[in-house]
């Protein structure tokens, strides 16, 4: 048996029914995780509620209506909250790609690598506070990789390193900024600001063709750089044994060729659905399982798979369906 993947467009302004069935069939999953280390090495009710409200304070009557919507439990709260959540490691590849000619507009790619079996492959286009936000779902209504009306796009990638720390799961702070941030330098502001728990590095590209790569971690500063290219290498491999299992170092330097070549971004985008970059390492948890490209300027965002893409734009969103079987190197 191939691994395969049901990709859903879904569309729902305010947290509802559609939601919520999404929510049922995959919490007792979600649970299983939360709680793999016992609930009381989660933090408590209390605990996740002032954080939501320090740091996300725009984002808690969100909150508060999907754990309505879950059942109001909790341990559902807990989670939902995303503070301080178990590890949470990924491979991915991402990049601003800037055309020389200044013809066409900038934008945002990235291969997003991760067990086939844990993601939950939900598009989601929303109105949660205000501003329409495109985002692939994560732990629920966190956000991978999206885009807002703004004309904010952002990624997220593993930083490759093992310190974790207290502060929120990545998901959730992605969701964040792309509901409240209108630019990249907003979105920088943020950042900023709030704790994350593990190592991550955030790309950012705005309407303005303002990007920056930012390398958050839970025990050193946030630094904002002008990378083009990242994988989950900041400065240096710090953990090796991932640095090999992902080819995370030889990503980069495919990668950063690309980037650098003057390619267009058709070139590019095939470069991320060919190896080194491409994973077919879906048994080992580390397979790419979707290439996306961001065009913050217009609107326009797809998703990339060999022999197959899929069309939306934040002005109009179709719901849908993609059924995408992953077959290995040289399969479309």
Not at 178 to 201: D, F, G, N, Q, W
């Amino acid at each position: 048996m191939h691994p395969s993947i049901h990709f859903r467009a879904i569309a729902e302004d305010e947290p509802g029914e559609r939601w919520k069935a999404l929510f049922d069939p995959a919490w007792p999953f979600y649970r299983a995780w939360f709680l793999r280390s016992g609930a009381v090495a989660r933090p408590s009710f209390l605990e996740c509620r002032r954080a939501m409200r320090k740091h996300m304070p725009e984002l808690v009557p969100t909150w508060e209506r999907l754990v309505e919507l879950a059942g109001g439990g909790d341990l559902e709260a807990r989670f939902l909250s995303l503070w301080c959540p178990p590890p949470y490691i990924v491979g991915c590849s991402q990049a601003v790609w800037v055309d020389a000619q200044c013809v066409h507009e900038p934008m945002l790619l990235r291969n997003y690598d991760f067990s086939p079996a844990l993601l939950e492959g939900n598009w989601l286009c929303t109105r949660w506070t205000g501003q329409r936000v495109l985002a692939m779902s994560d732990c629920l209504w966190g956000a991978l990789d999206g885009i807002n009306e703004s004309g904010l796009a952002a990624s997220l990638s593993f930083g490759g390193r093992t310190v974790s720390g207290d502060g929120f799961g990545i998901p959730l702070v992605l969701r964040y900024l792309l509901e409240t941030a209108s630019s990249t330098a907003s979105a920088i502001a943020i950042l900023e600001r709030i704790p994350v728990h593990m190592s991550y590095s955030v790309t950012l590209l705005d309407r303005h063709s303002q990007w920056a790569t930012v390398f958050l971690n839970p025990d050193r500063p946030v630094e904002v750089t002008r990378r083009k290219a990242v994988t989950n290498v900041q400065h240096e491999v710090e953990w090796p044994e991932h640095a090999r299992a992902t080819r995370s170092p030889e990503r980069l330097d495919a990668l950063q060729r690309q980037i650098e070549s003057g390619a267009g971004a058709p070139a590019v985008v095939e470069a991320l659905l060919s190896e080194p970059i491409y994973q077919p390492a879906w048994e080992r948890g580390y397979g790419t399982l979707y290439t996306a490209a961001y065009a913050p300027r217009s609107g326009q965002v797809s998703l990339h798979w060999p022999g197959e893409s899929w069309a939306q734009a934040l002005g109009a969103f179709d719901e849908g369906r993609r059924d995408v079987v992953f077959r290995g190197p040289g399969h479309a």
